[in-house]
Structures are given as C-alpha cells and as structure tokens.
C-alpha cells in the first residue's frame, strides 16, 4: 500500500479533511528542504547525520500517510548498510516521492 488510507480517515475525523490539507501542505513546503540535506548528507558519506535525517524525514512522512516511504526511511536510519545501497536505494525514493504523494493529494480531492 503506498499510503496509508485508515490513518488519513482518522486524522480527517479528529482534525476534518482542511486539518489533513494543511498538515500535507506543511509536509510539501518543507520536503524539499529535508530532500537537499539529505542528498548533502549522501554526496558527504555522513553516515550518523544521513541516519538522524533519515529519522526525521520517516516521521514526516508516517505523519501524512507515506508509508511505504515512511519504511524506507526507518531502514536507511535503522539497518546496516552500504553506500553503495544508498546511492541506489535513495535514488529510487526520491523519484517515488512525487508518486506517493500525489496519491495523498487525489484521497485528499475525493474527501
């Protein structure tokens, strides 16, 4: 599942469907600032950095329902790996992240 459709129904019962939208928009403005450190922190092999990061950009992201992303994020801050894996691996994300989040911004069109 790319996102995660029973958290969004949930956060539009607490906060209504304007509270999910601007807690999207907020992931939106500031994703792309979080994307540059993170691709800085991968050109500069700052593996404790590149893992802080990576903490930080799963919650964002398990905050509107990325899940999946949200899941790549918690290996790349939780599980041993090589650069060489994170080249490939963060690569990929990042050309899934618009995907993913378009698919936040179609439940959040049909609500």
Not at 30 to 38: C, E, P, Q, R, S
Request: aromatic fraction near 10%.
């Amino acid at each position: 599942m790319i996102i995660d459709k029973h958290l969004l129904e949930q956060y539009a019962e607490l906060m209504g469907t304007e509270g999910v939208r601007e807690m999207y928009d907020t992931f939106a403005d500031n994703i792309g600032g979080y994307l540059n450190h993170l691709q800085w922190l991968v050109k500069e092999r700052k593996e404790d950095e590149f893992r802080q990061q990576s903490h930080k950009v799963k919650g964002a992201c398990r905050s509107i329902g990325l899940k999946s992303l949200a899941e790549q994020m918690e290996r790349f801050e939780k599980a041993d790996w090589q650069w060489s894996q994170v080249d490939e691996e963060f690569a990929q994300w990042q050309n899934e992240l618009p995907l993913h989040q378009k698919e936040v911004e179609r439940w959040l069109q049909s609500q």
